[in-house]
């Protein structure tokens, strides 16, 4: 992680790689200035083509610096990916990191391994027989599967596309997906029912945070910054339509439904908290290594440049235990 405090923040590169950072940064290089209030945040999501993210990585050699740890640790101008988080204020998303923010990193990987490692040490699921096929739940679970898949399939054919597997609730909808599967196809491959029940509180957590978080937090705070009527139009258009709604509000109905009765409702243990943690540390790791030095920008709280870090990422694993009771008190009442 040294690399990162030694960051300038500015980018050594072939004269071919400068000018194609320069052809498709443009907009970035006016953003030396905290003046991103003039910027349409939702006309920026709006305008990602990943057809586009597809040839700039082609046309550059930002991908093979990436790997180059000799280069800078931001490998786009400004820390804004094509100029796509130009309204991410300055300092989030340019500079060293905050040295209290990678010592607590070091702590949080720390606990981290040590809880999944005390985790995985006990029985971790209890053992029950799978659900039988042909149930009501079992229908559930196949009609749950193929309507989550299918919009799967619309989030990778929309402009943004395979770019929005980036974003923690595109994450969050995939695990939803992928435990709806699981719990259809355990009756005849009974092999997968302790990875079925490993991904049970995983997936519960994760549509329990990008709910509430983004309900009761984001969405609220990107709208307050809408100005004009036609901004706020447009967050309406496009942060209202159905693939949004389905992605941000009944994705916790799918989890839940899925979690409570799509699968024999248990107790949860040590073993459940302790594969969220790791999953949302691996996560984390992605979102700090890959995507900030790529200079991409989706949640600026968790910036690592700012002491706020600090407290964002307390927040975030602190929300695991309290998801923790919440869902073992749930599960609990329903279990067979």
Request: hydrophobic share 45%; aromatic share 20%; proline share 5%.
């Amino acid at each position: 992680m040294c690399v990162v405090t030694a960051s300038t923040g500015s980018l050594a590169t072939t004269p071919s790689h400068d000018e194609g950072l320069r052809k498709d940064n443009s907009s970035s290089k006016n953003a030396s200035s905290d003046h991103h209030d003039e910027v349409d945040i939702v006309a920026s999501f709006e305008n990602v083509d990943c057809n586009e993210v597809w040839n700039f990585f082609m046309k550059t050699s930002v991908l093979s610096d990436f790997f180059n740890w000799r280069k800078p640790w931001v490998l786009v101008p400004q820390g804004s990916f094509m100029g796509y988080f130009d309204w991410v204020p300055l300092r989030f998303r340019y500079g060293p990191w905050h040295p209290a923010c990678m010592a607590y990193l070091g702590v949080l990987t720390a606990w981290v391994y040590n809880e999944y490692t005390k985790g995985m040490a006990q029985e971790p699921f209890p053992n029950f027989q799978p659900m039988e096929a042909y149930t009501p739940s079992w229908y559930y679970n196949v009609a749950g599967f193929a309507w989550t898949s299918f919009i799967i399939y619309r989030i990778f054919c929309s402009g943004m596309g395979w770019t929005s597997w980036g974003m923690y609730t595109v994450w969050s909808w995939t695990f939803t997906a992928l435990r709806h599967g699981l719990c259809a196809a355990v009756p005849f491959k009974p092999e997968w029912t302790n990875l079925s029940e490993q991904l049970r509180f995983p997936t519960l957590v994760q549509a329990t945070l990008t709910f509430a978080v983004w309900n009761a937090a984001i969405g609220p705070s990107i709208y307050a910054q809408m100005k004009t009527p036609s901004q706020q139009a447009s967050f309406c258009r496009f942060f209202g339509n159905s693939l949004w709604r389905q992605l941000h509000v009944y994705n916790i109905l799918y989890a839940a439904i899925n979690g409570i009765w799509g699968s024999p409702a248990r107790a949860l243990t040590k073993a459940d908290f302790s594969v969220a943690l790791a999953i949302c540390l691996f996560y984390s790791y992605f979102y700090l290594v890959a995507l900030d030095r790529m200079g991409v920008h989706y949640y600026l709280v968790f910036s690592p440049r700012t002491p706020f870090a600090l407290v964002s990422w307390t927040i975030l694993f602190a929300c695991h235990y309290a998801c923790f009771a919440l869902w073992n008190t749930i599960l609990t009442k329903y279990a067979v």
